[in-house]
């Protein structure tokens, strides 16, 4: 191949004369970055696979992906680079003629524009390893691929607000088509149902645009709700795909009587006033109870009786809903949304809203099929300013007022940080401020979740709190320091979690043609940095800094030097004062790995060593003092870090209690989550406060921060009695022997590691296992029986973006300090 001809290996493999993919004689110029498309082209050929295609340098670099994109993060998908093709083949569809090369189908499947987070491009690829946002109709959020050998590499989603976690192979089960995207559906029944369609979303827009081929609808201030009808079967889901149909029992009884589907329904639950208009306070009130007045506006149909509707046009979609409307009695409960007559186009549509005094309009494109996510081709115009926000803290009340005073609001910032954005202190009755501080109350903290502790006026006392709830505030405007004017409450919204609070900004109207999705949710800006070509990190010189230290996925002893520089600030408070147990793999994660507590060289900088009292004289044990002692240890080959249960100089006087689960690997996760939940029970009876962590393997650790008061015989006694009396009430899920036949089919409470000298591993700390998997904090709440969160599902890839979550979790681990008295020691037959 010629150099100056990067598509001389394209051209060498068709005849253009018979086939009608686009000759592309001459690579393109180089766009620029903002302009960068991306296409996925189903291709069904000798074998079905999907070809991924980003613009890069005139060119569509391009991949083989045999078994098609993943949402799922943990899911890596195989791409075989092929050769470059020119930039006009990302509008090609097509069938490619028997005996030609590539012979077969080809269907656009997605398509949109790309979004580097590499600084240097061509280096990445030249690398193998090359990070990048997707902005399409199917595919959204972070990505990576990364080259495994030759010319295989791995495609992977990461996770982000856009992943979807063990749903494998849904975005090509939900909405693979079987021709163009913009082809109608085929006639005839029989597709099975799906189970979950991820709902198409609106871009905030300043305006409507001067185009006859939107239509309007009246924007509802409720909460989106997607049906799944099959006959008598109801589910009802939020947007981001969790069940409600517990929490809306009586519509979904209306619902199932009216024996509907098989199909999908897109709407909105509403309550109304007795204007007809939608209060959003009315059905904040509904939801805390038996929510007997709460409508279902229906306003999509995605999918019906066998069709999948997606990939028809918005107008086909209409015709279906007017088909179903058509055949309901009159006294359904169902509502319609319909398009407003369009009498008005452009901002005459906008303002016509607004003097009937709507909450606004989403506008859609007519000829657009459904897409899951974010897309240009449904608009928000908005008739009063609002945003969601998430509650960091409230003030006391003042005067007559009951409850609390003002809430304190803040939006994620794009370093993954949260940011002051006012006070809130009007919209409120008597009823919502109860049930506000009924919520927060149990969530208080000691610490401010904001980025900068506000500047609050007057002297009154503020509650923090963890910051997991989102309030929805109409206000006049924002200022030029980033705080909300005028901002009154509006109610909570509990369809939409607190770390995809961004604040929101309108775009012009042109970008929708351009920018198919809005901007993605904050990321932390610690996330592992990509390997650069020199080998000195914090001042320490990493040799053979390409070497593999993890083979899946391929990790680079570089890149986890890379992860203990971002990661040290976070595993500092975890190890400073602690002596240490290191597991060193020299030779990588897959060679022979050994323990080690001494380092008989020269200490590295940030490296020192502790004297800790043996029966044959002091022993020296390593320490680490500063954030590039940590990097140090990884440059030695260091993967895992161990800590003792306390710290210099009281090294006699345990400062934890450490509860390790060690399941059966044959048992499944909601057995590891019961356990972890009885645990904490337990604990907290006792008057004990217990935090959760995973390790990195097949349990979880439930750890209690205590007074450094008791000696470790004491407190390894009273771990040992935690660990029987767990067994006592649930002999058939627990045991606290170490022989393995009694722990077959049962959960190992492992209280060993409460004694001197043993050791658990850290926070953050990697672990030696396929995956590269971390130990991360949690709270309470991220447990569920229906996402496994043990061996890599939090890993050296991902631990960055879920640090903030992590640092909330435990951000009252210190000040919830508990001394093991005697009166709990007794209560589990424990002699002091």
């Known amino acids: 191949m010629r150099r100056d001809d990067p598509l001389a290996p394209y051209h060498a493999r068709r005849d253009f004369r018979h086939s009608p993919e686009p000759a592309g004689r001459t690579a393109g110029r180089r766009r620029p970055a903002r302009t960068l498309q991306f296409v996925v082209q189903r291709h069904d050929a000798r074998r079905l696979h999907y070809d991924f295609r980003l613009e890069w340098d005139g060119t569509l670099k391009s991949w083989a992906v045999p078994k098609g994109p993943s949402l799922d993060p943990q899911v890596q998908r195989l791409a075989v680079e092929v050769e470059d093709h020119p930039l006009d083949y990302a509008r090609f569809e097509g069938t490619i003629p028997q005996g030609h090369y590539g012979a077969g189908d080809v269907a656009i499947w997605d398509r949109g524009t790309w979004v580097p987070e590499d600084e240097d491009v061509a280096a990445a690829l030249q690398r193998g390893k090359l990070h990048f946002e997707l902005h399409g109709e199917r595919l959204h959020g972070s990505w990576v691929l990364f080259r495994t050998s030759g010319s295989q590499w791995m495609l992977r989603k990461r996770r982000d607000a856009h992943a979807r976690p063990g749903d494998g192979d849904g975005v090509l089960r939900a909405s693979a088509p079987t021709a163009s995207a913009r082809r109608p559906p085929r006639a005839g029944h029989g597709d099975p149902l799906p189970e979950w369609i991820a709902p198409q979303l609106a871009t905030l827009v300043e305006r409507p645009p001067q185009d006859a081929r939107w239509v309007y609808e009246v924007k509802y201030d409720g909460y989106r709700m997607l049906a799944r009808l099959d006959g008598r079967e109801v589910r009802l889901y939020s947007r981001n795909g969790l069940d409600w149909t517990a929490r809306l029992p009586r519509l979904a009884q209306r619902l199932s009587r009216l024996r509907l589907g098989p199909g999908w329904l897109d709407g909105e639950i509403v309550v109304m006033d007795t204007h007809g208009r939608t209060d959003f306070h009315a059905l904040q009130a509904q939801l805390d109870g038996p929510a007997t007045d709460v409508e279902y506006v229906v306003f999509d149909v995605p999918w019906w009786q066998g069709q999948d509707l997606r990939d028809a046009p918005l107008s086909r979609r209409l015709a279906v809903l007017d088909g179903i409307f058509d055949a309901l009695p009159a006294d359904a409960a169902l509502g319609r949304s319909r398009p407003l007559d369009p009498h008005h186009v452009g901002q005459a549509v906008l303002d016509a809203a607004c003097r009937m005094q709507l909450e606004g309009l989403i506008g859609k494109r007519l000829d657009a099929p459904y897409r899951s996510g974010r897309s240009p081709h449904w608009i928000k115009l908005k008739c009063r300013a609002e945003q969601e926000v998430v509650i960091g803290g409230y003030t006391e009340p003042r005067g007559s007022r009951g409850h609390l005073g003002a809430l304190l609001v803040g939006v994620w910032g794009e370093d993954g940080q949260l940011d002051y954005a006012g006070r809130v202190g009007s919209g409120f009755d008597a009823a919502t401020l109860a049930a506000?501080?009924?919520?927060?109350?149990?969530?208080?903290?000691?610490?401010?979740?904001?980025?900068?502790?506000?500047?609050?006026?007057?002297?009154?006392?503020?509650?923090?709190?963890?910051?997991?709830?989102?309030?929805?505030?109409?206000?006049?405007?924002w200022s030029r320091d980033g705080l909300l004017r005028q901002a009154s409450y509006a109610g909570l919204r509990e369809d939409k979690p607190a770390r995809e609070v961004v604040r929101e900004r309108a775009r012009p109207v042109q970008e929708t043609a351009t920018m198919p999705t809005a901007a993605t949710p904050a990321r932390s800006s610690h996330r592992p940095r990509a390997p650069r070509d020199d080998d000195t990190v914090m001042g320490v010189r990493v040799t053979h800094p390409g070497r593999v230290v993890y083979g899946t996925p391929r990790v680079t002893k570089l890149e986890v030097v890379r992860y203990h520089e971002a990661m040290a600030e976070y595993l500092m408070p975890h190890l400073r004062k602690r002596p240490l147990s290191l597991l060193r793999c020299p030779q990588g994660a897959g060679g022979e790995c050994f323990f080690q507590k001494h380092i008989e060289t020269r200490l590295p900088p940030g490296v020192v060593g502790v004297e800790v009292p043996a029966s044959d004289g002091p022993d020296t044990q390593v320490m680490v003092s500063r954030p590039e002692g940590i990097v140090a240890l990884a440059q030695y080959g260091t993967l895992e870090l161990h800590t003792w249960g306390a710290r210099t100089p009281r090294l006699e006087k345990a400062d934890r209690l450490t509860m390790d689960l060690d399941p059966d690997p044959a048992l499944p996760w909601s057995q590891v989550v019961e356990a972890a939940r009885l645990t904490r029970v337990l604990l907290e009876e006792l008057g004990l406060r217990p935090f959760l962590k995973t390790t990195g393997g097949k349990g979880l650790h439930v750890v209690v921060p205590l007074k450094a008061t008791r000696g470790w015989d004491e407190v390894k006694a009273f771990a040992r009695a935690v660990a029987t009396r767990l067994a006592s009430v649930a002999p058939q899920r627990f045991t606290a022997q170490l022989s393995k036949s009694r722990r077959r089919g049962r959960i190992f409470v492992d209280y060993l590691r409460n004694g001197r000298g043993a050791t658990a591993i850290a926070a953050y700390s990697l672990r030696a296992r396929d995956g590269a998997p971390v130990a991360m904090p949690l709270h309470w709440d991220a447990l569920s029986p229906h996402e496994d969160l043990r061996g890599a599902r939090f890993n050296l890839h991902n631990a960055a973006a879920h640090v903030a979550d992590a640092e909330a979790a435990w951000a009252d681990y210190d000040a919830s300090r508990a001394t093991l008295t005697v009166k709990m020691m007794k209560a589990l037959g424990v002699t002091p």
């Open 436 to 477: 506000l501080h009924a919520r927060l109350a149990p969530d208080e903290r000691a610490t401010c979740p904001f980025r900068h502790r506000p500047a609050l006026p007057g002297a009154s006392r503020v509650h923090w709190v963890q910051p997991h709830h989102v309030a929805q505030v109409r206000y006049a405007t």
